[in-house]
């Protein structure tokens, strides 16, 4: 017989794969362009959400100006002119203006007679109207008061409140003491300013708090655009120059009463006001998430007093 031999297999065949370098590699890879993609979509967030709170803020400042607007649109109306002010049952001979003389209390005082401006200054404004259609005049008022409730402010970021009050039924309230109920409010106003003339201005109150980087908010907002300096309120003659109300005018001095009523023989008068009103985005909620700034938008409303 012949002998056959026999072989066994002792090895298993190669098998072709990766080399742990080639695996090494391709993680690294993988890992970049993960991050890429990621910081993509982080980035696209952050603009996102930076552009919604600036919509925000214009939105919510939009509203107070549209207001305010509306407000000074009706200022003054029923005036003197269209009300009899009786006292002891007697017209009043001349019921035009309504100051605070002797003579012109009671008219200033009569609760159907809308007096118009009352006080202006670069931080406050009062005024009476008619407001919601219905005859009723509304004792009216803006002010701008530091967390504290200060006016003027003494440190911002500042509230912008407004008060609208029924004028008292009574006729025995003057203007400047009618009541207030100060139920509306815009927050994170930053600018204060006094107007100086034309320009430059100035006098805005310190806006506290500091930068993502250490730099004091005063220091950072009022260097790049002055946001802090510019009055909120400012008043226009019938030329459309700029009338100094520093001091404030109220209807308590026969300047004021000249300027704020417009008499005929009134040459410099209140026309028209200017509310400006820069925003503060909040603090936590507002950052920009890629610089870490505060986004600051401004909003400019202008109302010419038709019944001056």
Same mark, same amino acid.
């Given at each position: 017989?012949? %002998?056959?031999?026999?072989?066994?297999?002792?090895?298993?065949?190669?098998?072709?794969?990766?080399?742990?370098?080639?695996?090494?590699?391709?993680? #690294?890879?993988?890992?970049?362009?993960?991050?890429?993609?990621?910081?993509?979509?982080?980035?696209?967030?952050?603009?996102?959400?930076?552009?919604?709170? %600036?919509?925000?803020?214009?939105? #919510?400042?939009?509203?107070?100006?549209?207001?305010?607007?509306?407000?000074?649109?009706?200022?003054?109306?029923?005036?003197?002119?269209?009300?009899?002010?009786?006292?002891?049952?007697?017209?009043?001979?001349?019921?035009?203006? #309504?100051?605070?003389?002797?003579?012109?209390?009671?008219?200033?005082?009569?609760?159907?007679?809308?007096?118009?401006?009352?006080?202006?200054?670069?931080?406050?404004?009062?005024?009476?109207?008619?407001?919601?259609?219905?005859?009723?005049?509304?004792?009216?008022?803006?002010?701008?008061?530091?967390?504290?409730?200060?006016?003027?402010?003494?440190?911002?970021?500042?509230?912008?409140?407004?008060?609208?009050?029924? %004028?008292?039924?009574?006729?025995?309230?003057?203007?400047?003491?009618?009541?207030?109920?100060?139920?509306?409010?815009?927050?994170?106003?930053?600018?204060?300013?006094?107007?100086?003339?034309?320009?430059?201005?100035?006098?805005?109150?310190?806006?506290?708090?500091?930068?993502?980087?250490?730099?004091?908010?005063?220091?950072?907002?009022?260097?790049?655009?002055?946001? %802090?300096?510019?009055?909120?309120?400012? #008043?226009?003659?019938?030329?459309?120059?700029?009338?100094?109300?520093?001091?404030?005018?109220?209807?308590?001095?026969?300047?004021?009463?000249?300027?704020?009523?417009?008499?005929?023989?009134?040459?410099?008068?209140?026309?028209?006001?200017?509310?400006?009103?820069?925003?503060?985005?909040?603090?936590?909620?507002?950052?920009?998430?890629?610089?870490?700034?505060?986004?600051?938008?401004?909003?400019?409303?202008?109302?010419?007093?038709?019944?001056?």
């Amino acid at each position: 017989m012949n %002998k056959m031999k026999l072989f066994r297999r002792t090895s298993q065949p190669l098998q072709a794969g990766f080399t742990m370098i080639e695996l090494m590699l391709v993680c #690294a890879i993988f890992s970049i362009v993960m991050y890429t993609i990621v910081k993509g979509i982080d980035t696209t967030v952050q603009r996102s959400e930076s552009e919604q709170v %600036k919509v925000d803020l214009t939105q #919510a400042g939009r509203e107070f100006v549209d207001e305010f607007e509306r407000d000074l649109h009706q200022a003054g109306y029923p005036n003197c002119r269209m009300v009899t002010t009786l006292v002891a049952g007697i017209p009043l001979t001349n019921n035009c203006p #309504a100051d605070y003389t002797a003579t012109q209390q009671p008219a200033a005082k009569n609760p159907a007679l809308a007096v118009g401006l009352v006080f202006v200054s670069s931080t406050k404004i009062i005024f009476e109207g008619a407001m919601d259609g219905t005859g009723t005049v509304y004792s009216v008022q803006y002010r701008l008061v530091d967390a504290a409730g200060n006016n003027p402010p003494l440190s911002c970021p500042c509230i912008l409140q407004r008060s609208e009050q029924p %004028k008292d039924p009574t006729g025995s309230t003057l203007p400047l003491l009618q009541p207030t109920f100060f139920s509306q409010e815009l927050q994170n106003v930053v600018n204060s300013g006094q107007p100086v003339g034309a320009a430059p201005y100035g006098g805005g109150a310190p806006i506290t708090g500091d930068t993502a980087w250490g730099a004091t908010d005063t220091a950072y907002y009022a260097a790049i655009t002055t946001f %802090k300096d510019y009055p909120v309120f400012q #008043a226009y003659d019938q030329n459309g120059g700029i009338l100094s109300i520093n001091p404030p005018l109220d209807i308590t001095t026969p300047a004021g009463t000249q300027a704020l009523t417009c008499s005929v023989s009134t040459t410099n008068c209140v026309k028209s006001i200017r509310l400006t009103i820069n925003l503060l985005a909040n603090a936590i909620t507002g950052a920009d998430l890629q610089t870490r700034v505060r986004p600051v938008t401004t909003l400019v409303g202008n109302a010419r007093l038709v019944n001056n």
